[in-house]
Nanobody, 126 residues
């Protein structure tokens, strides 16, 4: 079992920045590729970013490319999402999720992830 806890959400004005953290416990995070997803009441869950277990390659949704950066520190069992130039449409609950490395490959389908955090709210005002 892997327990994931997100933090760092909050209120920010458009154009501002936030850094989300996802702390893992139970198992070492180096056995998992990691993803960030988001959801607001008006939309289905949406893929945001993905990082391999090694941190070597990353992938982003087109809507956040160039503004968000996913990273990880396996020694700290933590994954991060740096969000810059925030827009009102980034408002959502943000979730981190863990996907076993044996599944191999990039994945933007949340159904292939085994473990999820409880989410952290990000609200961007105009």
């Amino acid at each position: 079992q892997v327990q994931l806890v997100e933090s760092g959400g909050g209120f920010v004005q458009a154009g501002g920045s936030l850094r989300l953290s996802c702390a893992a416990s139970g198992r070492t995070l180096s056995n998992y590729d990691m993803g960030w997803f988001r959801q607001n009441p008006e939309k289905e869950r949406e893929f945001v970013a993905f990082i391999y277990w090694s941190g070597g390659n990353t992938y982003y949704a087109d809507s956040v490319k160039g503004r968000f950066t996913i990273s990880r520190d396996n020694a700290k069992n933590t994954v991060y999402l740096q969000m810059n130039a925030l827009k009102t449409e980034d408002t959502a609950v943000y979730y981190c999720a863990a996907r076993p490395t044996y599944l191999r490959g990039f994945a933007d389908n949340g159904n292939t992830y085994d473990y999820w955090g409880q989410g952290t709210q990000v609200t961007v005002s105009s």
